[in-house]
Structures are given as C-alpha cells and as structure tokens.
C-alpha cells in the first residue's frame, strides 16, 4: 500500500467518534494519509533539560517541586495559581486558566515535569500554556523525547492530535515506498514508512529533519516526473519544420500607431523560431506590467492563423478574457480574422452555434476564460495556445492546456516574474523569454503612502487630475460592509465618492457580485471617458488597460499582497502622463504590511517586488504549485528546497532518460505510485 493510497476514513480509529472526525476536518484531514502527512508546526525537544531561570532562551523543561496553591478572581473567573520551584531554587507561577482541575492533579508537595513558556509578568515569572506531569519517582527526570506541535482547531488539543497521530502510525504506518530505492540511497533519504514515524516521533531534531526532506523530496520528484512526461510527451514525434507565415502579423505591425519595443520584437524572434521547430513550443512570456504582452500574443496568433490553424487566448478573468477580445476586435477583425469569445457565462443559446464554428474551423481565434478548456470545447486545428497572467494558474491545469488540439504551441504570459532557476525547475522545460523594455515615453508610476485620515488630501490631488481630463480607480478590500465592518467597502465608498467627494464628476463600480454584463459596460464607460473614476475591489487587479488612466488610489492598502499591489498600480502609468498611485494605509498594518507598503514606494521594478514578494509570502503561492489542487506541496518549498529541487530533477530525468515507459525495476515503482496514489495521478489527462 502507498501511503497516499490510504483512503480509511480517520472514524476508523478506536476512538475517533463523530464530533472528533468534524473537528479533524477544519485541520483538512479527512483519510488515513491525511492524518499521517499532517505536517507539525513545530517541534518541542523536550530532551534538553533548562532550568527557570533560563526562561529567556527557550521553553524551560525541568522537574519542579509544587510550593502551594493560590486562587485570584471571583465566580466564573476564578482561577488557580500553582506556585512551584525549581532544583536552583527559581520559583515561578502556573496560572491555570480554565483548568480549576489541576488543583487535585498537581497537589502542594508533589514533584512534576514541567514544560512551557515562561515570561515575566506582574512582578513575577509565570506561564500559563505548561505541560505538568507528576513524576512520582521523586528525583528523576526522564526526559520525554521531541515532540511534535500540530496545527489545532477548536476543541482539539495538542495531547488529542498526538494521540490519534500515534494510533494512526500503528494501523496504517507500514507504507510501501514511493521512491526507486537507488534514489533513496543516493540522496540518503528515509524509507517512506520511517519517514513518517521520524515526522510523528522523532527522538531527535535531525530525525524531524530527515524526515521532512524526505517527504519534500517525494513531492518534488514526482513533480519533475511529471513535467517530464510532459516533455517527452511534447517530443514525441516531431512535425515538419519551415517558417512562420508572418503576413499577416507584418500587416497588423504596420498599422500600430507606435512601433513595437525591442522586447516585443526579441521575444517574436523566440516564438517565431519555436513555432517553426520539430516539437510544439512551450514558452514563457515574462514582462512587467504595461510592457505589451498582449501585442505579443496577438501577433502570434495571427503567426498560427497564417499558417491555417487556430489560436485560443485564456485570462482568468471574465473581465481580462471581454477587454482581450474587444481589443482583438479592434485589431485583427479588420484583418479578417474570425473572431470568438467564450466563458462561463456565455448563454447556452449561443454556445452550441460557436462550438460547432470552432470544431469546424470557422473561427481562427476564441479568446475566453479557463471555459476554453471544458471538454466540449473541440477545435479544428488548434495551432496556438496562450494563457495569460498564466501564474493564476495551478501547474497541472497549465500542463493540462497543452493536451488539447494535437500538440498545439504554447504561450505562457506572466508579470509575476520568477528567479530563472525556479522557471527551469518548477515548470520543467518552459523557454523564457523577458521583456525588460517597457514602451517608450511611459514615465515611472509615482507612489505616494498616506494614513487613513489625511485621504482628504490624496482626494484634493485626484480631483486636480480629473479635471484636467484624466482617470482614477479606488479600490478597496471589501465588496460591501457585509464583509466585514471595520473596513471601508466599495459599495459605501462608491455612495461617498459620487455625492460628497466628486459630485461634479461621474463614476461608476465594479466588484465580483456584479453581473457580467454590467461590469462590462461600466468597464467601457470607463476606457471610453463617459466615466472619470472607477470604485472596484481588485477585480481591477489583472490586465485592465486604460491609458488615460493617471490616479490609483488603493485604501487598506496593507490588506493587499506585494503582488497584487504591484498589478494593481499596473492599471496606471500605461500612457503619456504622468501617474501616481496613493497607497492609503489604516493603523491595523503590521509589520508585514509596513514592509510591503514600503517596498512599493521604494520601487516600481516588478522583478525586485517579486523577489520580495517571494521572501515575504514563499513561492508556492507565485509558482501555482500551492494551490495546484492536485498535488499539493505540503512539505517541499521550491524556493527555500532549491537544492532539493535540483536533486530531484537530475533523478527523475535520469530515469526517464534511461527508462522513459517506466517499465524498468525503479521505473515500475513510479507508475505504480501515478497509477494507484491518486493526488499524484496524472488526471491532467483526463481533463485535457
Ligand atoms: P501587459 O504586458 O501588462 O499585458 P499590455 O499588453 O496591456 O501590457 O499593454 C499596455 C499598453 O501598452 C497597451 O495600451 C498597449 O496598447 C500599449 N503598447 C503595447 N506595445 C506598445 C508599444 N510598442 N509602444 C507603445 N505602446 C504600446
Ligand atoms: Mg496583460
């Protein structure tokens, strides 16, 4: 049995009653593996022995001797002190909140094992989150080991997840392994049923270790065998090579009124070149915010449609996906090009007449959200996949894309920049070609911070700007006061704006909860000037483009992430003006919100935000491999494992070098473990 195969419901466990399984389920563990692979917070060694008076340094672990007992507060607040002291003669207080029980389990005389946090409080050292244990031996002190620290919930403590951890390791411990056992030498890893005991009940800290890296290089590796089988896959078999077909493209460049940036024109230098090669392209698109990616996409795509095949064009928004297909409209309808757009809420009525014109090849581009991908969605010759703000994407659902059409190319585009040792790692095999030219003439977007109560001001500067022809977005964390009620909210915001603040202008607001068609007119309002200034949550956030746009003022500023910060002050300083952006910050920014605000101001630079963004919020999220869904990194961190990474790249590419059908002794293990373990299971295949 593969530990990942262990479906058992937890309930299966002597003990683990009804209430027990609900409370189980908010830590997310629903089966036996995922009781097994909860991952500890912490550990406590509880094997090092430190006195009370060395509080300071870490949780002390001593035997102590209860002194007497003491009770302060009243009624339903009263609450035991234990006074105990230790063999240096530190006393100290264990304030029993909640726990009056302790008066008759820790009696004045007895000696116990004391484990716990202690500050200095009121004059005295106390602490009131302790483990006390009587040891009846008198002078002994047995030292219990390292012990683990789960994530709780309400109603389930640290002794109960222990508990039902350690019955879990007796029923369903023995796994089989999920790794070649060369590899596990090689990489002098834990045998997969060790792994888990060491992660469960370590004797030691460099146990906890081994068993982490064992269980991070497992996601890993099997993550790189993924990408590539992909790869192998993509080179199957190698079609005819020539030349793309760039009339088209050359008519379109001709009627820009501005000439593309050398960026542009290097990265169609890289793309025409893959599209002309043996084996389907899969490239990455990096390029700040505003540098023009969607010029590059659709110059492709007519690349593709010259050529006689189909392109499709992904967004992950419904907002993104409508502003790509108007601007397709605008740009390739007049060159002839048949034009699509399909998402979820496109009626039924007119779906069904669309897809036929796609499977019949009367359309040569369909822009539209992830509904692209849906299995009735059947092109003709689909030659040109494109998926834009890709890293809004799961891993597997962009490996996934690739298997529509026969082998079409494929476009990834970002401006969530990633270190290139992460591109090569996490997504395998993907060329990266960056743009770092933004178009010329655009001035750096102009930052400006401001606490919540001076906005006047940041309102005062707006409106100069509005008057002189130019645009603004507010945007704010919240959708309406629902939400939540310390928070400013859009709706409320919106009222105040359009009748105090800017009565002479009009405005318009945009949030999920929004009909489609609503947020589309009001989007056109917008960019056609009929609306001066747009109230939005971060619907707004990814490729919205409005060139006149000049203001973004973003209030709760510190309740948006670095990243989204950045996309959000994308939206501005796409034209000739000057821009600014007023990040509005409120009393409840912490540390981290400090850092953040502040790194905006100090750069406009989306590769160094990125880099921060990654040291602040960890890559899984940046990658997409965080919330792939399918396989899910719950022990490996790409960016803080690299040299694990590393490592399980060169082995799985090694056997698949030697072995690519896996039908070799270590190759067997591996697709046993896609076949039968199923958050490993390739079902990308099944979707594509
Ligand atoms: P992003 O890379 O963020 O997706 P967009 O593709 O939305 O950027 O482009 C931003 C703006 O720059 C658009 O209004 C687009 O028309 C304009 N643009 C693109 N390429 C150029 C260029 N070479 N010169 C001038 N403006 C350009
Ligand atoms: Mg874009």
């Known amino acids: 049995m593969f530990l990942r195969e262990l479906s058992s419901p937890v309930s299966e466990l002597p003990g683990c009653g009804p209430a027990l399984v609900k409370r189980l389920s908010r830590l997310g563990v629903f089966r036996a593996a995922d009781l097994l692979l909860l991952p500890p917070r912490d550990y406590e060694d509880r094997a090092a022995l430190r006195l009370l008076s060395a509080f300071g340094s870490g949780p002390v672990n001593c035997p102590v001797n209860v002194l007497a ?109 999920e790794l070649p056992h060369g590899v596990i030498q090689k990489r002098s890893l834990a045998r997969m049923a060790d792994a888990l005991r060491l992660l469960h009940r370590p004797a030691s800290p460099d146990d906890a270790a081994l068993a982490r890296r064992t269980l991070a290089y497992t996601e890993l590796f099997y993550l790189q065998i993924m990408i590539g089988r992909r790869s192998l896959a993509r080179r199957e078999e190698a079609r005819p090579t020539g030349s793309v077909d760039t009339r088209l493209a050359c008519v379109l460049e ?43 996409a659709f110059m492709a795509a007519l690349y593709a449609i010259a050529g006689g095949g189909q392109a499709a064009i992904m967004a992950p928004t419904e907002l993104l996906a409508r502003q790509h297909a108007d601007t397709a409209a605008r740009l390739l309808e007049p060159l002839g090009v048949r034009l699509a757009f399909l998402s979820g809420n496109v009626a039924d009525a007119a779906r069904k007449p669309l897809l036929s014109a796609l499977a019949s090849g009367d359309i040569d581009l369909v822009v539209g959200t992830h509904a692209l991908f849906s299995a009735d969605v059947v092109f003709r010759t689909l030659r040109l996949v494109v998926v834009d ?49 933004l178009p010329p003439g655009r001035l750096p977007v102009i930052t400006h911070l401001a606490r919540m109560g001076n906005e006047a001001k940041v309102y005062d500067f707006v409106r100069r700007e509005l008057e002189a022809g130019r645009r603004a977005y507010f945007v704010y964390p919240l959708v309406d006061r629902s939400d939540r009620v310390e928070l400013k909210d859009a709706v409320a915001m919106y009222e105040r704006l359009s009748r105090e603040v800017f009565p002479e202008f009009k405005g318009g607001i945009i949030h999920s909860r929004v009909p489609e068609a609503d947020k589309r007119a009001t989007m056109a309002d917008f960019a056609a000037g009929k609306l001066s200034f747009l109230v939005a949550t971060s619907v707004v956030e990814v490729g919205v483009d409005v060139p006149e746009a000049s203001c973004m003022v973003i209030e709760h500023a510190e309740r948006f992430g670095l990243a989204a910060l950045h996309q959000l002050r994308g939206r501005v300083g796409r034209g000739k003006e000057q821009s600014y952006c007023f990040l509005v910050w409120s009393d409840g920014l912490g540390d981290e919100g400090k850092r953040r605000v502040m790194a905006m101001k100090d750069t406009t630079d989306g590769f ?19 919330q792939s869904g399918q396989l899910e990194l719950s022990f490996a961190d790409p960016v803080r494992d690299a040299e694990l990474l590393e490592a399980a790249r060169e082995d799985a590419q090694a056997i698949l070098a030697e072995d690519p059908g896996l039908l070799g002794a270590d190759g067997s293990v591996i697709r046993a473990v896609l076949e039968r373990a199923s958050p490993f299971a390739e079902r990308t295949a099944a979707t594509g």
């Not at 302790?130 to 709780?152: I, K």
């Not at 921060?612 to 999220?621: A, N, S």
Request: net charge neutral; hydrophobic share 40%; with cysteine.
């Open 69 to 177: 007992h003491d009770w302060f507060g009243f009624g339903r607040m009263r609450t035991l002190k234990v006074w105990v002291e230790d063999d240096e003669g530190t006393r100290a207080a264990l304030v029993c909140f909640n726990r009056p029980f302790l008066e008759k389990s820790l009696p004045v005389g007895a000696r116990l094992r004391l484990f716990g946090r202690f500050e200095w409080r009121f004059g005295e050292l106390q602490s009131s989150a302790f483990d006390a244990e009587r040891v009846d031996t008198g002078d002994a002190f047995r030292p219990a080991g390292v012990l683990p620290v789960y994530p709780l919930t309400e109603g389930l403590g640290q002794a109960s997840v222990r508990k039902l951890v350690r019955k879990a390791l007796e029923l369903w411990g023995r796994v089989d392994d």
């Open 608 to 626: 160094l935000i990125a880099e921060e963004d990654l040291r602040m919020r960890g890559p899984g999220q940046i990658t997409g491999t965080g």
């Open 254 to 296: 001709e009627r820009l009124p501005f000439s593309l940036t050398e960026g542009q024109k290097a990265a169609l230098a890289d793309i025409a070149a893959d599209m002309a090669g043996p084996w389907p392209m899969a490239r990455l698109l990096q390029g700040d915010v505003g540098s023009g990616k969607t010029l590059v």
């Open 389 to 437: 703000e890709q890293h809004r994407f799961g891993v597997l659902q962009r490996l996934a894309m690739g298997s529509k059409g026969s082998r079409p190319d494929m476009l990834m585009m970002s401006a969530t920049p990633i270190p290139r040792t992460l591109a090569l790692t996490v997504y395998g095999d993907l060329a990266v070609s960056t743009i770092t030219t």
